[in-house]
């Protein structure tokens, strides 16, 4: 697996994909539900999904489209540290500064490059 | 973060804001109804297997050897109060045993038996059966210098953030109690009322486990059960959830 552009440089590579395929909107919202995944909804709501038990520790999501650009909403699921350090939303695509990341999870970081691009195509559809 | 103390003030009245509250004030009604009933909790026939075995033979142990109820009598009044004291210090090794470390080294030293292993059902059942004598009574763990090196361990592992999410016990049980994590209404996470049947696993679990679990949940390596990592983050929790009354055998979603 190909890890190179990680958080040490995540404030560069924010505006510019991660990779080459466009982000896949319904690709997206699969990933942002899916428990498994150690997902955003785990702590963010999104009222326009019909999930039940969405998370309350971070702040909602609707409308997240109308107050973020697509390089800003890059860059917090890369790696939100590199905007607020104390931040408890975790890395999604950075083991970087990590204590004692469990075995099975160690070889990779939460989200491939592709999975954080569809993520973003889909909060990008999250307008007024 | 004052709104959100706020609102928590009114939907835990009973505490003041400094005291601690117990998970069971974070459970569903029907979850608390299973604790409340001795008949309907889950975790009550280990305490009944802990008592055949408090009161028989230990299973392989030599011919005519002791058992827990030839030099302790009947646990009620033997064992009142034993569990609010632990995890304490062995004045033998002077290291911090709990509960299971403590019924595992007096199967193996008094009844010369094999002892049951971590997490096994009957190191479950023994020490549901203990814990049981101390329900009601405030978790009540030593202080001092003597044990100022476990509790700051305890500390240290609580707050270091960890794992590939990234976070600490601190970050959830101490600044984000209350909040929804998915299904879960994250609690202080307090140990007052372990062992406890935990409706998501199905079956009854220690303390330790539930440290695993949280730890994996964060993509964490967990320690070992029984080890000085989680010996010292049980006594610094015992002595953060200090005015808890033990609620032994506990229900948890």
């Known amino acids: ?128 | 973060m004052q709104r959100l103390v706020l609102v928590l003030a009114l939907l835990f009245p009973a505490a003041a804001l400094s005291e601690p509250i117990s998970g069971y004030q974070f459970m569903e009604p029907s979850t608390r109804q299973l604790q409340d009933d001795d008949f309907l909790n889950p975790a009550f026939f280990l305490v009944e297997r802990g008592r055949q075995l408090w009161d028989g033979a230990w299973p392989g142990a030599p011919e005519g050897a002791a058992s827990c109820q030839s030099c302790h009598g009947a646990p009620e009044s033997s064992m009142r109060g034993v569990s609010a004291r632990y995890p304490a210090l062995d004045p033998a090794t002077g290291k911090l045993v709990n509960l299971e470390l403590k019924i595992q080294s007096e199967i193996a030293r008094k009844l010369s038996a094999e002892p049951p292993q971590y997490e096994s059902a009957d190191l479950l059942a023994l020490t549901a059966l203990i814990a049981f004598q101390s329900r009601g009574m405030p978790l009540d763990v030593p202080t001092g210098e003597k044990v100022a090196g476990w509790l700051a361990q305890g500390e240290e592992i609580y707050t270091t953030r960890r794992g590939q999410l990234n976070l600490s016990c601190q970050n959830c049980h101490g600044e984000h109690w209350g909040q929804k994590l998915r299904g879960d209404t994250i609690s202080q996470g307090h140990s007052n009322a372990f062992p406890i049947f935990r409706l998501i696993w199905d079956e009854v679990g220690s303390l330790h486990r539930m440290f695993s679990w949280c730890m994996e949940a964060v993509r964490a390596e967990p320690y070992e059960y029984g080890s000085e990592e989680y010996l010292a983050l049980e006594l610094y929790l015992a002595d953060r959830g200090r005015g808890l009354t033990i609620e032994s055998p506990g229900v948890r979603r």
């Open chain 1, 1 to 128: 697996m190909c890890l190179l552009p990680l958080a040490a440089n995540a404030g560069d590579v924010s505006s510019v994909p991660l990779t080459s395929t466009p982000g896949d909107p319904a690709r997206g919202q699969d990933i942002v539900r899916d428990t498994g995944r150690a997902s955003c909804l785990i702590c963010h709501a999104i009222s326009a999904m019909p999930d039940r038990d969405q998370g309350t520790l971070g702040p909602s999501l609707d409308a997240i489209a109308t107050r973020y650009t697509e390089a800003e909403l890059r860059q917090r699921i890369v790696d939100a540290r590199t905007l607020a350090p104390d931040t408890i939303m975790p890395p999604y695509y950075s083991n970087e500064g990590l204590v004692r990341i469990g075995s099975r999870w160690a070889q990779s970081t939460i989200y491939s490059a592709q999975d954080v691009e569809d993520v973003v195509a889909f909060l990008m559809t999250l307008g007024d």
